[in-house]
């Protein structure tokens, strides 16, 4: 009799969970309907006694835990009843935000609204806000440009087209159809300039003048002007140059600078120096007085995506996630001074200076963030995210600026104070 007194009591405290060490599911879920059940009606198992603590003691703990006891309560008290702030079955808990946009918000539908995780904006930083947002293209824009003299936004996409926009009431006024994927795009005076496949695209807005210079390998990847000089960066590791004929009012072919071994994808003209970066790694300097190659700097590990000056600096960025500045040593030849690390791949740096004539760098990393930081303290003041990489950075003037990403869609900004932009 005693033996079978001990053995049920041995079996009733087990179906009360006094072995047994496992959370009940169905608890977890808040539809548990055994009684008694089993499993632990717990988020963990109780703490085992010290030895020589009385019983007293572990009453006090599991009564604490069972708030009012059994009296008037419910048994099957689930997550979220009473004091309960366990987790995310709900409670008063504190949601820490993490530095990724919520893809779910952005599509317009995310279900967990001021408790998800993610971030629910598009930027950070109280030094500028976002104006409007264009929507039309359909795949990476690669270039964003403000001819001199217009009211019009130009910007060219991978998906074969460029698209004019009202600057006064951001409305899409016309699309153009230059017959093949735009790998870059600038403006120059009254010249929009659009790399293509095998060609470099010239447009007079003024005098609608259209110009096909023909002579580039494969994809125009990066355009720049310096002086009457056009530089075209092109797929086979060239640089292509023409040089503007104001009698003629044309582009006339001028020199091929060689030297990259691969694709050349960014290109800077400054302090008399016309720079290059290639997906071979490396920078070339070349002199805009004899356009030779003065010095080859090969201390990036990876694409050299982006290049500007800034001061007597030059600056790169790199998929090797670092953007490294370079000073002139005595004798003329650049040297790193200072290393940025990112945790991503740099893909676009823009410059600009603020109100109080303090400069900012504009940083496209491919997490699809753009920082923006301080110079030379590199202190972040912001950040812009996106839903793709951004890939275009363009300044415009009364303190706006563009960015466009992987997805087509092109923002505009404001700074709370207006900048200019930094000069070579």
Not at 177 to 203: F, Q
């Amino acid at each position: 009799m005693d033996l079978d007194m001990n053995g049920g009591n041995t079996r009733v405290f087990q179906r009360l969970g006094g072995s047994s060490q496992k959370v009940c599911f169905h608890w977890r879920a808040g539809r548990c309907n055994r009684y008694p059940c089993p499993f632990l009606h717990r988020d963990s198992p109780p703490p085992a006694p010290f030895p020589g603590s009385s019983s007293s003691t572990n009453n006090k703990r599991i009564a604490d835990d069972d708030d009012s006891g059994f009296a008037g309560s419910s048994h099957r008290r689930g997550p979220g009843s009473g004091n309960n702030t366990w987790g995310r079955f709900g409670g008063n808990r504190t949601v820490t935000k993490t530095e990724k946009l919520c893809k779910f918000w952005a599509d317009g539908n995310c279900p967990y609204g001021d408790k998800c995780k993610y971030l629910h904006c598009w930027s950070q930083g109280d030094s500028f806000s976002l104006l409007t947002q264009l929507d039309g293209h359909q795949k990476v824009v690669t270039g964003i440009a403000l001819p001199s003299g217009s009211d019009k936004l130009y910007t060219a996409s991978k998906d074969e087209t460029l698209r004019i926009w009202d600057c006064a009431s951001g409305q899409c006024t016309g699309v153009l159809n230059p017959g093949g994927e735009v790998g870059c795009m600038i403006s120059e005076g009254p010249w929009l300039l659009v790399g293509m496949p095998n060609l470099v695209k010239a447009w007079n807005i003024q005098t609608n003048v259209d110009l096909s210079l023909t002579g580039p390998v494969g994809q125009v990847y990066s355009l720049v002007v310096g002086t009457d000089l056009l530089f075209a960066g092109t797929q086979d590791g060239s640089i292509l140059v023409w040089r503007y004929n104001t009698a003629t009012n044309c582009f006339d072919p001028a020199a091929s600078l060689t030297g990259h071994t691969l694709a050349v994808v960014s290109l800077y003209v400054g302090a008399n120096r016309l720079y290059s970066g290639s997906m071979d790694n490396s920078i070339k300097v070349w002199s805009l007085d004899n356009l030779q190659c003065v010095q080859t700097l090969t201390e990036h590990t990876s694409v050299v995506m982006s290049l500007i000056c800034w001061d007597q600096f030059l600056l790169s960025c790199s998929l090797d996630n670092t953007v490294k500045i370079w000073a002139a040593t005595q004798g003329g030849n650049l040297e790193v001074t200072y290393t940025h690390k990112e945790e991503y791949g740099v893909l676009a740096l823009c410059g600009v200076h603020d109100a109080e004539a303090k400069p900012v760098l504009l940083c496209s990393c491919n997490d699809n963030s753009l920082h923006l930081y301080d110079l030379p303290s590199f202190t972040e003041r912001g950040k812009i995210l996106a839903k793709q990489e951004i890939r275009s950075i363009q300044i415009g003037p009364g303190g706006i600026f563009f960015t466009g990403d992987g997805t087509g869609q092109v923002k505009v900004w404001k700074w709370s104070t207006q900048p200019t932009a930094i000069q070579p």
